[in-house]
Antibody, heavy 123, light 107 residues
Framework: QVQLQESGPRLVKPSETLSLTCTVS????????WSWIRQPPGKGLEWIGY???????IYNPSLKSRVTISVDTSKKQFSLKLTSVTAADTAVYYC?????????????????WGQGTLVTVSS | DIQMTQSPSFVSASVGDRVTITCRAS??????LAWYQQKPGKAPKFLIY???NLQSGVPSRFSGSGSGTDFTLTISRLQPEDFATYYC?????????FGGGTKVEIK
């Protein structure tokens, strides 16, 4: 069973960069799509972006200017960097794997999720 | 962006009740819709994909229907473990977007 685990600093100062890593265990990082999703306390879910194991990415336009997602297949990890953070970026950040469909295609639904990590932006 | 609107925002129900949650897309999304269940402090759990397909291991009391802009999630006989918040998500186009959530509470 695939397991995902987020890691990284839980407290980030305003204007600095939020950095998180998701480590994949119990399965391969290829040939899958991987996303970051966040949820501000008491609010709904926001998709941040995805990366394919080969490195291609798509980002949410609302965050595109500040987001970078990268992958390290040798470590079975993918990472999120969000620059110039403000209090509005305080959220639980989840990593997730996209669903595999028949014949090896992929759907943009999320069937495996990490437990999530709360990142607080505060001085 | 495609806006996903769920209704109601809150449902108060009893064990054994039938519960229906609606999700409306701001434009047609064919059947590119999923449903998730989230309990406090936990990650969302994948329930239904492409509007009506039950994810493996999900109880058959959960069902989904709809296409185009209007979708429903039905829990046929509510169980104690079903009290949670439910989200819809569209996968028709980027950015992927979620509904605001429907909290199913104990009456």
């Amino acid at each position: 069973q695939v397991q995902l685990q987020e890691s990284g600093p839980r407290l980030v100062k305003p204007s600095e960069t939020l950095s998180l890593t998701c480590t994949v265990s119990g399965g391969s990082i290829s040939p899958y799509y991987w996303s970051w999703i966040r949820q501000p306390p008491g609010k709904g879910l926001e998709w941040i972006g995805y990366i394919y194991y080969s490195g291609s990415t798509i980002y949410n336009p609302s965050l595109k200017s500040r987001v970078t997602i990268s992958v390290d297949t040798s470590k079975k990890q993918f990472s999120l960097k969000l620059t110039s953070v403000t209090a509005a970026d305080t959220a639980v950040y989840y990593c997730a794997r996209h669903q595999t469909a028949v014949k090896g295609t992929f759907l943009n639904f999320f069937n495996f999720w990490g437990q999530g990590t709360l990142v607080t932006v505060s001085s | 962006d495609i806006q996903m609107t769920q209704s109601p925002s809150f449902v108060s129900a009893s064990v054994g009740d039938r519960v229906t949650i609606t999700c409306r897309a701001s434009q047609g999304i064919s059947s590119w819709l999923a449903w998730y269940q989230q309990k406090p402090g936990k990650a969302p759990k994948f329930l239904i994909y492409t509007a009506s397909n039950l994810q493996s291991g999900v109880p058959s009391r959960f069902s989904g229907s709809g296409s185009g802009t209007d979708f429903t999630l039905t829990i046929s006989r509510l169980q104690p473990e079903d009290f949670a918040t439910y989200y819809c998500q569209q996968a028709n186009s980027f950015p992927l977007t979620f509904g605001g959530g429907t909290k199913v509470e104990i009456k």
